[in-house]
């Protein structure tokens, strides 16, 4: 392979004439390069949007060229034409922004600009940019992964872009050549050899006719055979046709071709096979005779070539078999890849070019899961060659980040093209949707591709319901409604079935009988009745749990089972204890969240103690009997208040996270508590007989009530899994 970098000898630089004879191999290095606009002196500054022809500051109606925006200046502040207040109101929800609507809020024109939040992600694509590194983002979907890798390209320091072209190897027709040229010159490279070939095409044809007009002059006037003389035509003709192939095949094939482009390329290969990944050659079915097609005029570019001086984006790594992934290692390590047919049974696997540059930036993306099938001397290129970065799903509920969301409600506005603008009112119930769905006091939720969803919604139901200009927060209350996760819309399903057949008890007293509470998805909680009864055993005594629990279920029975032994009077070694998590589905359950609902109905039935139905609870519980705190705890609240539950106990440390909606806040009382003698105390029926079982738990767990009502003994501790 050549990496030329200047033009065809033969290639007319304004696109005028050409030589007389087209080269029969890969033309010589000896031409004038013709430069591109732009790439004359390398900056320091990105390809931005003002170098794509974009008036600068037309948004706010300016005059002149301001300048260029920087690296630096990766997430710029929310513009806006209205003042903002110095001293913020900590209840302030638009973070001191005086608006009317997102018609005053300014859209930056770089992508990178509109992220919003992933501070730490930034800073690292930042870093990467300037010295062309590697990056592996790792995060739950929709924070801003795919956002922050095309946002690579226009940060990318500015490169000498190059176009690819694949020659006809007279010495072995299956190892095409290949030559880099600078951007642009490609066209006019293969545009002078189809005229070389066009003229000499041309040239041929005149000298057929004259020779079939001779032969046919002659069998006919002199010879008087009219037959033969058409059949030495025929014969004449296809002689002709077949030897011009040959001229055909001198003519390159252009396979990455960057005439038109000014910014870094960015290609996306998720899910990309591997022919569309490394590159392919396609299988020709006539490959004898003169009639087959050229090896090089077969050869296809895959997104690794085509991402050379740029970006290529592969989000969910994982799903890229292992030999794909060794390939793409090879590609990054070597700077270049050879292309051959991808398919065995192909005749294009005989085919392999030489090497074609590979020089991108590798930006791998996915879930947590992406890294256990991930190959682990691909990410140790990665990870050698350049950055790790998590991407948080949450952050710190500050004024400045109200502003920025604001600015993502007009973003979103801007993108979509067929919204209203949102009203003031309408941006704070979008924030306030935020704060809920981070699931943590004090912070906003970065799972920004959710909130669009519901933004989007609000709007089409201003736009197409109501043919409105504006979008209200009345709006965006009935968009939560229509937007409800498949989750969230069964367990609604599931909680009005259950009343339907009276399987949801929520008044009175039951023994062995406990309303837990659960979620599904990320977003709806669910009423999870617990049942348990003891019986006599014919064997070693044991705790049988049924309902498909799960590792971590299992193991939080166990932690429940050692309170219970302690605790009882009897010999529990000769009883069977039965646990059933009532209609938990086919996916059974999972996380450790219904501890304290097991103990209580153990305990209840134990003991033969009623179980208060119209409360619910959800808590995690150590050996020692202290209450840790869960997830979810939001959804979970409100599932028990639309099962008809007037109260829950949850941790109490997991107060700070319980955000629900303002219907719910009459309907259901929310118990803090920090140990399960808290939880005895509210929930079982009869003073006399519960005085003492929450006094003999108390004794023997070790943990004392009067610390202090709703204190967590625990200590600090990280939530559990819903």
């Not at 009897?570 to 059933?580: L, R, T």
């Not at 109905?601 to 003991?607: K, M, R, W």
Request: charge should be negative; hydrophobic fraction near 35%; proline fraction near 5%.
């Amino acid at each position: 392979m050549s990496n030329d970098t200047e033009a065809d000898e033969n290639a007319p630089e304004t696109g005028g004439g050409v030589t007389d004879e087209a080269p029969e191999s890969p033309p010589s290095d000896d031409g004038d390069e013709v430069p591109r606009d732009g790439a004359d002196e390398p900056s320091d500054a990105p390809v931005g949007p003002d170098e794509r022809g974009e008036a600068p500051g037309s948004q706010n109606g300016q005059s002149g060229e301001p300048a260029e925006p920087t690296i630096d200046d990766l997430g710029s502040d929310v513009e806006v034409d209205a003042e903002v207040v110095e001293d913020v109101d900590e209840d302030d929800l638009l973070g001191g922004l005086r608006i009317d609507s997102t018609e005053e809020i300014d859209v930056p024109d770089r992508l990178v600009d509109q992220v919003i939040g992933q501070e730490h992600a930034r800073d690292v694509v930042m870093k990467a940019a300037k010295q062309r590194r590697h990056v592996m983002m790792i995060g739950s979907p929709g924070t801003g992964k795919s956002m922050l890798a095309k946002a690579m390209s226009e940060l990318l320091p500015p490169e000498e872009l190059q176009d690819v072209l694949v020659y006809h190897n007279p010495d072995d027709g299956n190892n095409p050549k290949v030559r880099t040229v600078p951007a642009g010159k490609g066209d006019q490279i293969v545009e002078a050899h189809k005229e070389e070939a066009r003229k000499r095409n041309q040239m041929r044809s005149f000298l057929m006719w004259i020779i079939i007009a001779i032969v046919i002059g002659y069998s006919f006037i002199i010879a008087g055979q009219v037959l033969l003389g058409i059949l030495a035509a025929g014969v004449i003709y296809l002689a002709f046709r077949y030897g011009s192939r040959g001229g055909d095949a001198m003519v390159p094939n252009l396979i990455v071709n960057n005439a038109e482009t000014t910014t870094a390329p960015f290609e996306d290969s998720t899910g990309a096979h591997a022919g569309a990944l490394l590159g392919d050659v396609r299988h020709d079915p006539f490959q004898s005779g003169g009639m087959e097609t050229p090896s090089h005029d077969r050869v296809e570019p895959g997104a690794i070539h085509k991402a050379n001086k740029g970006v290529l984006f592969i989000d969910e790594i994982n799903t890229l078999d292992i030999r794909s992934q060794q390939h793409l290692m090879t590609a990054i390590q070597e700077g270049e890849f050879s292309i051959t047919g991808q398919s065995e049974r192909s005749s294009g696997a005989m085919v392999q070019t030489e090497p074609v540059p590979t020089d991108f930036i590798m930006i791998a993306a996915g879930n947590l899961d992406a890294m256990e099938n991930m190959h682990p001397a691909l990410r140790s290129r990665i990870k050698g060659y350049g950055y790790e970065v998590y991407m948080d799903d949450t952050i710190e509920d500050t004024p400045e980040m109200r502003r920025k969301y604001a600015r993502f409600v007009a973003q979103e506005v801007a993108k979509d093209g067929r919204l209203p603008e949102y009203s003031a009112e309408a941006i704070e119930e979008v924030i306030l949707e935020a704060r809920r769905r981070a699931g943590r006091k004090g912070h906003l939720t970065l799972k920004l591709r959710n909130l669009g969803g519901l933004v989007r919604v609000a709007g089409d139901i201003a736009r197409a319901d109501e043919n409105v200009d504006i979008v209200t927060r009345q709006h965006v209350l009935q968009a939560k409604g229509r937007s409800r996760s498949i989750e969230q819309q069964l367990a609604d399903d599931y909680i009005e079935r259950r009343k339907d057949y009276e399987l949801q008890v929520s008044d009175g007293y039951q023994v062995g009988r406990v309303n837990g509470l659960a979620v599904m998805g990320e977003d709806s909680g669910i009423m999870l009745p617990v049942m348990a009864e003891v019986t006599p055993s014919q064997g070693p005594g044991e705790v049988i749990a049924t309902g498909q629990l799960k590792e971590m279920a299992q193991e939080a029975v166990s932690n429940v089972s050692a309170i219970i032994k302690k605790f009882s009077d009897e010999n529990i070694s000769e009883k069977d204890i039965h646990i059933q998590f009532v209609q938990t589905g086919g996916q059974g359950v999972d996380g450790d969240s219904a501890s304290i609902t097991v103990a209580t109905a153990v305990i209840s039935a134990l003991e033969d103690v009623g179980v208060d139905q119209s409360l619910a609870m959800t808590g995690s519980l150590s050996v020692r009997g202290d209450v840790l705190p869960v997830g979810g705890v939001t959804h979970k609240i409100e599932a028990a208040a639309k099962s008809g539950c007037t109260r829950v106990i949850i941790p109490a440390a997991n107060m700070q996270d319980v955000m629900i909606e303002e219907e719910y806040e009459e309907m259901v009382e929310i118990i803090p508590v920090s140990h399960i003698s808290e939880v005895l105390d509210i929930a079982l029926e009869g003073e006399p007989e519960k005085d003492s079982l929450v006094d003999r738990l108390k004794s023997i767990t070790g943990s004392a009530l009067s610390q202090g009502q709703g204190e967590n003994v625990s200590g600090p501790s990280s939530p559990s899994p819903q």
